[in-house]
């Protein structure tokens, strides 16, 4: 294991470091983390990618890292855009971890480097999903961000406040007004964040969103997947509670539900069971 994985990161093949780590889970992430420690830059960058894709899936097998990882970013600060992705994926669950990594996130979404703010947002929008009150101090840069110049950035914003909207709508709500005039202004590479709190807000405050549904709908039709998913994800939301809201939606769910791309037809099923159709 040891000798393949020190192969595979030499050769810069971190689809397959990716891969092997699904495989060996336990023991593949003790030995990344150690690798992580005493490799190049180019490589650490890498594998705090990797950390940060799989951790998502099970953060059960790396938030204990979450020490060990901080350390090498301090070392080099120079990773913390990587590192605060990884962290926001690892500890999102554990109320312990996320307040240790926040004062880290707190710092860089007031830094200069429009990338690192955005990196950060994304890592605070993934804790403020499980604990709202850990983050709800971090609204008005989060905010400050849907002003922004930079439609990525503005993105990150909407997206970070969506996933916080999730489970606490009101700490957004009076947000929504800005949201509205960053998805007017949003191309559809850099919609999905607003579309996501559209949905947030939309289950709970269907009346809100009333009269933006036939823009949602119109993402269905979208030639980017990923613009289709965020789409499909919100208007499911939304019909949950709202299901008369969607009725315009359920033609264009139930042809998506037959898309070869198979990830959007489980998507828009998952969306059409939520409501009944």
């Known amino acids: 294991m040891t000798q393949k994985l020190e192969s595979l990161l030499k050769e810069k093949k971190f689809g397959e470091v990716s891969d092997l780590l699904y495989k060996n889970r336990q023991q593949a992430v003790a030995e990344l983390i150690r690798c992580l420690q005493g490799c190049d830059e180019e490589t650490q960058r890498g594998i705090l990618n990797v950390l ?4 998502f899936d099970h953060p059960e097998d790396v938030y204990g890292y979450t020490g060990t990882i901080m350390k090498v970013l301090d070392d080099n600060p120079l990773l913390k855009s990587e590192g605060a992705c990884a962290l926001g994926n690892l500890v999102f669950n554990y ?4 307040e240790e990594v926040l ?29 709202p009150d850990l983050v709800r101090d971090q609204l008005p840069p989060l905010v400050k961000m849907l002003d922004s110049r930079s439609e990525d950035e503005r993105e990150a914003g909407a997206h970070a406040l969506g996933k916080i909207g999730v489970n606490s ?22 919609c999905g964040g607003v579309v996501f709190a559209f949905g947030a807000l939309g289950f709970n405050y269907p009346d809100l969103v009333r009269e933006h549904m036939p823009t949602l709908i119109d993402y269905l039709k979208s030639g980017d997947p990923t613009v289709v998913k965020n789409a499909i994800m919100a208007i499911g939301i939304i019909g949950m509670n709202s299901p008369r809201l969607i009725e315009d939606a359920i033609p264009y769910l139930k042809e998506l539900a037959a898309s070869k791309d198979r990830e959007i037809g489980l998507n828009a099923m998952v969306a059409m069971t939520r409501i009944k159709k």
């Open 103 to 131: 004062p880290l996130l707190k710092e860089m979404i007031r830094n200069s480097d429009s990338f690192i703010r955005q990196d950060a947002a994304y890592a605070i929008g993934n804790i403020g999903f499980n604990f």
């Open 169 to 190: 709508p009101e700490l957004i709500k009076d947000q929504f007004p800005k949201l509205v005039d960053v998805l007017r202004h949003a191309k559809e590479t850099s």
């Open 52 to 55: 940060g894709r799989f951790g």
């Open 95 to 98: 109320q312990d971890k996320s």
